[in-house]
T-cell receptor, first 116, second 111 residues
Framework: GAVVSQHPSWVICKSGTSVKIECRSLDFQATTMFWYRQFPKQSLMLMATSNEGSKATYEQGVEKDKFLINHASLTLSTLTVTSAHPEDSSFYIC????????????FGDGTRLSIL | SQQGEEDPQALSIQEGENATMNCSYK?????LQWYRQNSGRGLVHLILIRSNEREKHSGRLRVTLDTSKKSSSLLITASRAADTASYFC???????????FGQGTRLTINP
């Protein structure tokens, strides 16, 4: 149980394009989801916490207008990288907590984003 | 946000040997978790240890927690080639739902 699906797993696009990444909890309701960014051979850096039905809470230094997060249902959160540039190329990973809010977090398989 | 330290950053051992990874953190916690990440994939939860626990086992995994030293260790016994991955510790800093991850240990098991 507690499966999180992330889509797409890999995307290449031109600079200036906006890219949407979906994170779905398949067999549970997730009131809270998290979005992370990971550079090669580095750890995960939390970008934002997404709560169903409310605005996301962004970590310091993360541009909320650049990384739009929507959590419109208990099973879906989306991250949109707006007007992406090569420096936005990275591995983006989402995770989710069940509606009980108890750890551990359940992770998606990540999305590798490459901006040309 | 500040992250914890893990050591070693990289570890290469022979199949069958034991692997030990250490993690230190900075704030008070409710629990500490260990995750595994295969190359290019998401994280898989391995084990969670609460702040009032000192040791926990799960199969070939053994985790210890010393809250006085703000440190934890992960021991993998009788390692296998399939254990090759990066291992991260994560803490719920000051009881928040969000996690703070360590820098990770890249473990290579040589057949």
């Amino acid at each position: 149980g507690a499966v999180v699906s992330q889509h797409p797993s890999w995307v290449i696009c031109k600079s200036g394009t906006s890219v949407k990444i979906e994170c779905r909890s398949l067999d549970f309701q997730a009131t809270t989801m998290f979005w992370y960014r990971q550079f090669p051979k580095q750890s995960l850096m939390l970008m934002a916490t997404s709560n169903e039905g409310s605005k996301a809470t962004y970590e310091q230094g993360v541009e909320k207008d650049k990384f739009l997060i929507n959590h419109a249902s208990l099973t879906l959160s989306t991250l949109t990288v707006t007007s992406a540039h090569p420096e936005d190329s990275s591995f983006y990973i989402c995770s989710a907590l069940t509606h009980l809010g108890h750890q551990p977090q359940h992770f998606g398989d990540g999305t590798r984003l490459s901006i040309l | 946000s500040q992250q914890g330290e893990e050591d070693p950053q990289a570890l290469s051992i022979q199949e069958g040997e034991n692997a030990t990874m250490n993690c230190s953190y900075k704030t008070s916690i409710n629990n500490l978790q260990w995750y595994r990440q295969n190359s290019g994939r998401g994280l898989v939860h391995l084990i969670l240890i609460r702040s009032n626990e000192r040791e926990k086992h799960s199969g070939r995994l053994r985790v210890t927690l010393d809250t006085s030293k703000k440190s934890s260790s992960l021991l993998i016994t009788a390692s296998r080639a399939a254990d090759t991955a990066s291992y991260f510790c994560a803490t719920d800093a000051e009881g928040a739902q969000k996690l703070v991850f360590g820098q990770g240990t890249r473990l290579t098991i040589n057949p």
